[in-house]
């Protein structure tokens, strides 16, 4: 039994019996005196847990509030050694963010989350040292506006904001409500519903060029229309109808690809010839054609017809910049 498998079976042994002899800890967990006053020492210390000596009962206890309640034994969620490796991904993302609406949140939350990393096997530096996560494609994020967003959406009210549409290069003003906000790919975007198009957008909150908080009450989508409409095609564009892209990649492409899912409903499989192919569900094209151009002469497009001319429209361009 590992440390933390001990850390488990203590917390349920306190939560499960009133009072647990120090006989019983040492049986159970088959460990030495020595070890149980360590273990003890970094649950109270380390993981805040209110565990007491009861002399009249000869065991350890959680502490007794005021109210004649038991205290908690932990404030947050309790993580296995797994799960404590997976908090790295917090902590960059927290990082992330700086110090701006969550600035007073988020040393507390590193605190605790380098807390948990250390109950595990291995100390929290060694994980942070030879656990590394790379950001790609990572926008630089104005911290104005992501506070204003994430603040307007936290408080249910509407935004009007100016957004840089980086095709055209040209600025426009919106109204919208927004509904949430979402990190995708290493940029942070916010899903709202648009009032001038009376649908559901997704706007980068990085080229929200100015933004600012309204005292109407946003508009309200249910969780379940929001996730039909966001999810139901591939990528982060949405749009009202849905196509599907039949694409075929050759059989050392496929090496890669057959291992990865690029949308819940996707449909797949290996062809005789060994050919890989997919199949997936858009409703608007951008991030489709971005992510099959990227495989280059290893992929071809065999349905729909609009999508194979997309395709090869780009390829053409392309093709076009290194012909002199």
Not at 136 to 155: C, D
Not at 221 to 246: M, P, T, V
Request: glycine share 4%; net charge neutral; aromatic share 10%.
């Amino acid at each position: 039994m590992d440390r933390t498998e001990r850390f488990y079976k203590i917390e349920q042994m306190l939560h499960s019996r009133r009072v647990v002899p120090v006989s019983s800890f040492l049986n159970e967990l088959e460990i030495s005196l020595a070890t149980f006053k360590r273990d003890l020492e970094y649950l109270r210390d380390r993981m805040n847990m209110p565990i007491e000596w009861d002399r009249n009962a000869g065991g350890y206890r959680y502490a007794i509030d005021h109210s004649g309640a038991r205290s908690s034994a932990l404030p947050g969620l309790w993580f296995n050694s797994s799960e404590i490796h997976a908090l790295l991904t917090m902590q960059h993302l927290l990082a992330s963010l700086g110090n701006g609406l969550l600035g007073n949140h988020i040393a507390p939350l590193q605190t605790r989350l380098k807390a948990l990393l250390g109950s595990a096997e291995y100390r929290a530096e060694e994980i942070e040292t030879r656990i590394k996560l790379a950001p790609a494609n990572r926008r630089i994020l104005p911290l104005h506006s992501f506070e204003t967003v994430a603040t307007a959406t936290l408080q249910r009210k509407q935004l009007q904001i100016t957004h840089l549409n980086r095709q055209t290069g040209q600025e426009y003003t919106r109204t919208i409500s927004p509904q949430q906000l979402l990190y995708y790919r290493d940029n942070w975007y916010v899903d709202a519903w648009c009032h001038l198009r009376e649908d559901v957008r997704s706007f980068s909150i990085d080229a929200i060029r100015c933004a600012r908080m309204m005292e109407v009450s946003a508009i309200e989508l249910s969780q379940q229309d929001l996730k039909e409409h966001l999810e139901k095609g591939y990528g982060i564009f949405s749009g009202s109808g849905i196509n599907w892209a039949r694409l075929r990649f050759t059989p050392e492409r496929a090496r890669w690809v057959s291992t990865e899912q690029w949308h819940p409903e996707q449909r797949s499989g290996f062809e005789k010839d060994g050919n890989y192919f997919l199949e997936i569900p858009y409703s608007d094209p951008r991030e489709l054609l971005m992510d099959i151009l990227r495989h280059g002469p290893e992929v071809k497009v065999i349905a729909p017809a609009t999508l194979r001319e997309a395709v090869q429209k780009m390829l053409e361009s392309a093709l076009a910049q290194y012909i002199t």
